[in-house]
């Protein structure tokens, strides 16, 4: 079964704004993933953060992680048409797979 | 960073016929590689686990002997989609992570481009 789910489901924006995704899983974590899929594409893996990091960056990417909260959250700080993607947060499970949330389909719109 | 790929991207196949899809490992090797599958839509459920030199490990609901994995070297798994019918047509991914003696820790995953099948 699935753990992890991101809010929101769905998030359109304007070019330029900032776009904030959010995710929660219910179980303990070694590391946690956001991985990008554009539509009918493979997957990108875009940031890991593992469980004693609190915040992460990669260019336009930030990412948090609460670990007492059981929750993480994507910024993308000046988005770009070309973000336009869906966007998931994966733990890893413990046979080394990797367990998926629902993901939240960003729309930026130019 | 390491690169997975898949073959084919594509496949439009009748009804009934059977469609093997590869992934390799291109610059590494992994001797546990991943199959997922992603209905339209939705996220990726994993279908099962790919062992080089054994038998896959099934998630519950996937059939064995309609996906048959082989996991026959450290760099290549196939997926046979075996007598395929409509409802499997779907975005299949799969994944490979480095040896853990490499990547410690890590869960950290590198993905195919997919295969997007239809069957007609």
């Known amino acids: 079964s699935q753990q992890g789910e991101e809010d929101p489901q769905a998030l359109s924006i304007q070019e330029g704004e900032n776009a904030t995704m959010n995710c929660s899983y219910k179980?303990?974590?070694?590391?946690l993933q956001w991985y990008r899929q554009n539509s009918g594409r493979g997957l990108v893996h875009l940031i890991l953060?593992?469980?004693?990091?609190r915040e992460k960056h990669s260019g336009r990417l930030r990412v948090t992680l609460d670990t007492s909260k059981k929750s993480s959250s994507l910024l993308i700080t000046a988005s770009r048409a070309a973000d336009t993607a869906s966007y998931f947060c994966?733990?890893?499970?413990?046979?080394?797979?990797?367990?998926f949330g629902k993901g939240t389909k960003l729309s930026v719109k130019p | 960073g390491a690169v997975v790929s898949q073959h084919p991207s594509r496949v439009i196949c009748k009804s009934g016929t059977s469609v093997k899809i590869e992934c390799r490992s291109l610059?590494?090797?992994?001797?546990?590689m991943f199959w997922y599958r992603q209905f339209p839509k939705k996220s990726l459920m994993l279908m099962a686990t790919?062992?080089?030199?054994?038998?896959?490990?099934?998630e519950q609901g996937v059939e064995k002997d309609k996906f048959l994995i082989n996991h026959a070297s450290l760099t290549l798994s196939t997926l046979t989609v075996t007598s395929a019918h409509p409802e499997d047509s779907s975005f299949y991914i799969c994944?490979?992570?480095?040896?853990?003696?490499?990547?410690?820790?890590?869960?950290?995953?590198?993905f195919g481009p997919g295969t997007r099948l239809t069957v007609l």
């Open positions: 790919s062992n080089e030199g054994s038998k896959a490990t099934y």
């Open positions: 179980t303990s974590i070694n590391n």
């Open positions: 610059d590494f090797q992994a001797t546990t």
């Open positions: 953060i593992r469980s004693n990091e």
């Open positions: 994944s490979a992570g480095e040896d853990r003696g490499r990547s410690g820790s890590y869960n950290e995953q590198f």
């Open positions: 994966v733990r890893g499970g413990s046979q080394g797979n990797l367990i």
